[in-house]
């Protein structure tokens, strides 16, 4: 189908595209699913349109709400998108030191934005963001790391579009943050194709990320079930970098850096089968394209410059 | 038997600020035992009822130990051990310039 009512109707049903030269062999071969091709460009808009449906449906979300999200980036913009056409006011909170692209984007989208302190990243956010809701009770915190919806929304949607697409497949990557695709994706595998590989690709930021991090109070999305994975990688930006880079040389795909990060793994898994002698198919997701993380510098100069410049940065 | 451990910034107050140590060991268990000879304290910052602590994330190679057979996961000499806290994340949270 490619006639829609609206834009909210055209979330998900997004094509897959496989990879003829970065595939090893024609016995394992790799697939691109594009969640860039999304409304807002981004896979967010699956879980961001289903929490809110959810929400209307269970009643907590009513007409003229106000809705609150601790999100830095993509998540927030399909929030906005999703409240602009719903007529809801939302709020996001993200650490102040997050790009003007970003910034820009969400107040576009109607967006009003509560900055948190740079020093703590998303962690920080989050925090800030359940103090908020904790003194306004009457707005909705759709709280994407643990909203079941986020991970419904990939269980109804990502995984059964995969299967239908890609029968065959053995594998499926993709990046973990909220851990909702990986969720999703992998409750709808290990019932309707249980040998199906469920592997997470996890984006390994520099140190000055991780500096002032406490090991007693870490973070670990209320989504997350160990279960349902059955391999996890830590991905640096090198490799992230890298791949990126080749996915666009050698595929002709523009896609944002945390993609890289996933596409690493799913190289990783091929080299796995083709050494093993099994024949494999594996998908794993673009999260979206690259525009948005153009003055990040990643896609400049030598590898060795990109990573450089990506220190310290949340680049997925 | 050389394995090099990466140690995070909140745990270098163990190892003199070394940003990596060597250690050895047939098994994660061994090597922070080991680890915990030359750093005494360190193996409690990562152990809590005999396993791994929460908001403590292993990798051997890339690989999170914790589907590798967690405490028991084999190690072969010249792997690469890196330890780090849990953060929060998700696919395209922006890119944030963090403490420059």
Known sequence: MTRYDSLLESVGGTPLIGLPRLSPSPDVRIWAKMEDRNPTGSIKDRPALKMIEQAEKDGTLRPGATILEPTSGNTGISLAMAAKLKGYRIVCVMPENTSEERRQLLRMWGAEIVSSPAAGGSNEAVRVAKKIAGEHPDWVMLYQYGNEANALAHEEGTGPELLADLPEITHFVAGLGTTGTLMGVSRFFRSAKPDVRIVAAEPRYGELVYGLRNLDEGFVPELYDASLIDSRFSVGPRDAVRRVRELLELEGIFAGISTGAILHAALGQAAKAVKAGERADIAFVVCDGGWKYLSTGAYEGTVDEAEDRLDGQLWA | ?100
Do not use: W
């Open chain 2, 1 to 100: 038997m050389a394995i090099e451990v990466r140690i995070p910034t909140i745990l270098r107050t163990y190892t003199d600020g070394a940003k990596a140590v060597d250690g050895s060991g047939e098994t994660l268990q061994a090597l922070i035992d080991d680890l915990e000879g030359n750093h005494p304290g360190i193996k409690d910052r990562l152990i809590e009822s005999g396993d791994l602590r929460r908001f403590v994330n292993v990798y051997i190679n890339d690989e999170d130990v914790r589907f590798m057979g967690g405490l028991d996961a084999e190690l072969s000499d010249g792997d690469q051990v890196v330890v780090l806290p849990a953060v929060a994340g998700g696919a395209g949270s922006s890119a944030q310039p963090v403490g420059r």
